[in-house]
Nanobody, 125 residues
Framework: QVQVVESGGGLVQAGGSLRLSCTASGLTFANYAMGWFRQAPGKEREGVSCINWRGASTYYSDSNKGRFTISRDNAKNALYLQMNSLKPEDTAMYYC??????????????????WGQGTQVTVSS
């Protein structure tokens, strides 16, 4: 049984930083591209950042480039997202997931599965 658990969210002031972590069990973590996604109330889930199986290739949405850094540690079955210069519009539930389908644009949520419960990030102005 695959289990994905996110942590590290919280309340932070605009301009602050948070580091999200995700651990996955029940799958061969190193075989999967992984991604961070977020969903704000009333909005669709969107891709924040994705990383290939060995960490050599990364994707960032335009709104996050230069502020967020994705990384992974395959030895620990762990995925990370360092978020700096946070803005109120970054407020959302953040999810970690593994890519299980092909044929979609990079970091498209429809290509991902094994979703965790999410961790809430709230940025105050």
């Amino acid at each position: 049984q695959v289990q994905v658990v996110e942590s590290g969210g919280g309340l932070v002031q605009a301009g602050g930083s948070l580091r999200l972590s995700c651990t996955a069990s029940g799958l061969t973590f190193a075989n999967y591209a992984m991604g961070w996604f977020r969903q704000a109330p009333g909005k669709e889930r969107e891709g924040v950042s994705c990383i290939n199986w060995r960490g050599a290739s990364t994707y960032y949405s335009d709104s996050n480039k230069g502020r967020f850094t994705i990384s992974r540690d395959n030895a620990k079955n762990a995925l990370y997202l360092q978020m700096n210069s946070l803005k109120p519009e970054d407020t959302a539930m953040y999810y970690c997931a593994a890519q299980i389908r092909r044929g979609y644009n990079e970091c498209d949520a429809r290509a991902f599965g094994y979703w965790g419960q999410g961790t809430q990030v709230t940025v105050s102005s």
